[in-house]
């Protein structure tokens, strides 16, 4: 089977000038490029999507992992989660701390009876995985948090796109030569929220694979939940739509619901797609013969789906 990678770096308001588009091109084509090198070399959906996650955490500009933003007390809590279409088994860490990947310890959580964990559980498994304690604060962000916080934190969500070079929550989905899907997503969270927020990127609602499809979502949290985005659509093309018209239904909903969020995928045929009700979602993808990106569409809602 031809295997397909797409990613994404979030989803948001704009994304600055033309350099940071250039920028964020380079940097999700290289990610691009690793992860279908992976795949030719038969590598797991699943590891592959474990692979594009730690990358996409590794680099500061995207809000997960390294560059996470901050939380309305000055915190980082990161989550993330990973579904694996094959064994249809989803797993996920909710609000941990001081680490570097928390894709890591969702794909650890795929072997255990408890397969979601949260804060005080999610640090205990944290320190009996043995992982090494690590700061992922940048600058940027404590300086964005320290403006905002002289607005009083008045915005719905921090700049996880805006201004160039750009910057978001990550996510991944993979389709292997074997013919199984996975899908992992990981994110610092929308940006001075209250402490306790669970952000959909570890719910099903925001990111979800099942043999027939697998999705990843971005944009902010509750508008996701609200539309139960990623299993929508993969369970609308379980039961047989088609990508194109799953995308269509589910994006169409969203706008008229006055959502903002976005959404990347692959279904067990290979069709590529992403979606977007807000301005931009930065979401790159290699069908084998070529790669592409969704960097320079027009802003409002606007679905991808390759032929
Ligand atoms: N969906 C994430 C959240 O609300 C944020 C994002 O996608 O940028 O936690």
Redesign the pocket.
């Known amino acids: 089977m031809q295997p397909k990678v797409i990613i994404h770096g979030?989803?948001g308001s704009s994304l600055g000038g033309k350099g940071g588009v250039e920028v964020v091109r380079q940097s999700l084509y290289q990610i691009v490029d690793e992860l279908y090198g992976l795949l030719q070399n038969n590598t797991s959906a699943l590891d592959v999507v474990v692979r594009g996650c730690q990358l996409l955490e590794d680099e500061p500009r995207f809000?997960a992992g390294t560059g996470s933003v901050l939380q309305s007390d000055g915190q980082i809590r990161m989550s993330a989660s990973l579904m694996d279409g094959l064994s249809h088994r989803f797993s996920g860490v909710i609000n941990v701390s001081r680490i570097k990947n928390p894709i890591d310890v969702a794909n650890s959580l795929q072997a255990s009876p408890d397969r979601v964990l949260s804060d005080n559980g999610a640090a205990e498994f944290v320190r009996e995985l043995g992982l090494s304690v690590y700061n992922p604060l940048t600058d940027k962000r404590l300086n964005e948090w320290l403006e905002d916080r002289k607005q009083n934190f008045s915005r719905s969500m921090a700049d996880?796109i805006a201004e160039s070079p750009g910057t978001?929550?990550i996510g991944v989905v993979a389709l292997d030569t074997e013919g199984r899907l996975a899908a992992g997503t990981s994110?610092g969270?929308?940006g001075f929220e209250k402490i306790g927020r669970v952000?959909?990127?570890a719910m099903p609602a925001?990111n979800y694979a099942t043999g027939s499809a697998g999705i990843s979502c971005?944009?902010?949290?509750e508008d996701?939940i609200d539309e139960c985005l990623a299993a929508k659509i993969v369970i609308r093309v379980t039961d047989g739509f088609s990508m194109k018209a799953a995308f269509e239904r589910s994006f169409a909903e969203a706008h008229e619901h006055k959502r903002d969020l976005g959404a990347i995928g692959i279904d067990a045929n290979g069709i590529i797609a992403w979606g977007k009700t807000s301005d931009v979602i930065l979401a790159a993808f290699h069908d084998g013969h070529k790669k592409g990106d969704s960097l320079e569409v027009q802003k409002g809602t606007q679905i991808f789906v390759a032929e």
């Open positions: 979030g989803a809000n996880v978001g929550t994110t969270g929308k952000s959909d990127s925001g971005t944009g902010i949290g996701i």
